[in-house]
């Protein structure tokens, strides 16, 4: 009897054991297309300047002394303005996923040295304060020291994620954040902190809701406004 059950368990400790087995082309799989995802945005500095070139074909005026750079999030943005764009002729947009403050410090000369900026407007993405917050002040670091180097752009001005009402549940890690890039502007001259928590709160002084409906992350047109004006200001500080 006990050699009978020995051998009838068997063939499913054998079936058991080739669950693994088979399971290993699927989690190869698997892997792959979470690398190639990762991979997918060319970042190179030869990408960046391939895209720079095609949008510089976009006219501004031959005054603007404002550049933008913003990313993934920021672009979803100005497209959602009522106007069509977010920036008139005096304000130089450059906006895409792979726009961000590391291809902004590794390619600084393409990037903004060669728009001779009076002030540069750089928007951060939600992942620059969270999983990539210390990578994040590294490479601010390194454009503020190439800014020094090649003498452009005097004003500086970092725009934080804001907690939009869809990352809610992150607001006090972007919160954290926030305060990390308030403290490390301090000691550098011509480095602001635009904190657009402010620019879009009510009256309660919290993040109006309304202003990024209906997903609660894209800057409706009542928003892409409050924000056009202020980036126009910033325009007219540099021509004063």
Known sequence: MNNSNKAGSQPVRVAWLLIPVLLLPLVATAVSISLDSTRSLDTSCDAVRSFLEKTDQVRVSKDATVLILGGEEFAKWKFRSARGKLAPEQLRVKTAPIISPHTAARCFERTIAHYQPITTVLFLDPEDGLSGADATLNALDEIVDKRN???VSPGLVVVPPTATPSLRGDAAQLGEFLSRLQSWAVDKPGVEILDTGTLFSDD?????????????????SEGCDLLRARMIAYAGAANA
């Open 149 to 151: 180097y090649w003498s």
């Open 204 to 220: 309660s002084g919290r993040i109006d809701p309304r202003l990024f409906w209906p997903d609660g992350s894209t800057l409706g």
